[in-house]
Each structure stands twice: as C-alpha cells, then as structure tokens.
C-alpha cells in the first residue's frame, strides 16, 4: 500500500533562513504527489504538487521536484518569512487510486 | 468562486449520542472526500464517493461510521453511539473527478466526545 514519511518536527528557523522538509513515499505504480500547508487556525490548503517523474511544482517560493529513484518529494525554499509559520504535509496518491495517504506533518516555526 | 464548507464547525457531543456532520462540496465536483485528522493518527482516510458510483467506505473505522451523498451533492457523515477516541476534526474534500484531480478541503468539523 501507500505511504509517506515526513521529517519529524517542529522545525524553528529564524526569518529569511533555508527551508528543506523531507518527504519519502512508497507507492505501486506512478502516484501523484502533493504538498498541503495547514496555517494556524484554517483548514488544509494546497500548496503544490506534481504528477510524474521530475516535474518540479512551485508555489509561493516554496518547490518541490518529484524524484522517482529516491522516492522522494522533498519541500524547499531559500528564503522563509514569519507567514510561513504552519503544519505542513505531504502526500500522495496511488496510480488508479484516488484516496490521499498523509505524512504525519511537520510544523514550521519562523521567527523575526 | 465558493469552496468546500462544513457544518457544524464545532460540535460537542456527550458519549454515546448520534452526530451528523455536513459536507457542501464545491459545485461541479463529482467527487468528495471524508478524512479525520486527530493527534494520535494524523490524517486518515474515511470514505470517497465518486458521482453515482457506489461509495468505497474501505477506511471507515467501524460500522457506527456511515456517509451518503445525496443528489450527487451535499454529504452527510453520521457517527452513531459516539466515543471518546471519535473526538477530531473531520475534514471534507472535494475534486473534479478522481486519480491525480486536486482535492480542495473544507475548514473541517471539530468534535468532542464527551
């Protein structure tokens, strides 16, 4: 079956720092792969995500590139800001299915 | 235009008694998501409905779990005979169709079993 593995959090960094959160996943087949953002008292938003091998998905400076011999779909950006301060998730969804499997989450906090 | 909404956006509930938690997808999506999210389990799966197919309820947790989509619409999760470890916040989603469509959620509805 599916699954996904996030870097355990929380993650602080101070404004204007690197960002990497890394995503591993296993899946039969060619899953599509997502980031969502969850920021403080809303719901789960998309944030990007990518459909096949090496597509790169961007978003708000954040970017994702969707490597196929590392499983994996690591979450970076050079530059972070106080807004930026959320839960984050990855997940995926299996080739021919339809249901999203979710890492555990990783909460980011950026301060000034 | 308009997004997933959910009501209740709270709902307390004393052990033992039914709930009924609403979903409004956005219009135009065949397809709609129920998941929960609760610290112990993440995010998890519930059921899916895909426009008059017959719903996969595979990740229901227990048979006092149940959904229907009416009208190809809105959707209704009922949890009967409530308990404590059903407390989470219960997300809805909605997309264009199923596979690699986007799924959008809704803010969620947050129980509490008391």
């Known amino acids: 079956g599916n699954s996904v593995t996030q870097m355990e959090g929380p993650v602080t960094l101070s404004e204007e720092a690197f960002l990497t959160i890394n995503c591993t996943y296993t899946a039969t087949g060619y899953p599509s792969l997502f980031w969502y953002v969850q920021y403080p008292g809303e719901g789960l938003q998309l944030l990007l995500k990518?459909?096949?091998?090496?597509d790169k998905g961007s978003n708000k400076g954040f970017e994702a590139t969707y490597r196929k011999e590392t499983t994996s779909f690591h979450l970076e950006k050079g530059s972070v800001q106080v807004s930026d301060s959320a839960v984050y998730f990855c997940a995926n969804s299996g080739a021919g299915s339809y249901q999203l499997t979710f890492g555990k989450g990783t909460k980011l906090s950026v301060i000034p | 235009g308009a997004g997933v909404s959910q009501s209740p956006s709270n709902k307390v509930t004393e052990k033992g008694k039914d709930v009924e938690l609403r979903c409004d997808p956005i219009?135009?999506?065949?397809?709609l998501y129920w998941y929960r999210q609760s610290l112990g389990q993440g995010l998890e799966f519930l059921i899916y409905?895909?426009?008059?197919?017959?719903?996969?309820k595979s990740g229901l947790p227990s048979d006092r779990f149940s959904a229907e989509r009416t009208g190809g619409s809105v959707s209704t999760l009922t949890i009967q005979r409530t308990q404590q470890e059903d407390s989470a916040v219960y997300l809805c989603?909605?997309?264009?169709?199923?596979?690699?469509?986007?799924?959008?959620f809704g803010p969620g509805t947050r129980l509490l079993v008391l």
């Open positions: 989603a909605s997309s264009l169709g199923q596979g690699k469509e986007t799924q959008y």
């Open positions: 409905f895909q426009g008059n197919s017959a719903p996969d």
């Open positions: 990518a459909t096949k091998a090496d």
């Open positions: 219009s135009g999506h065949t397809a």
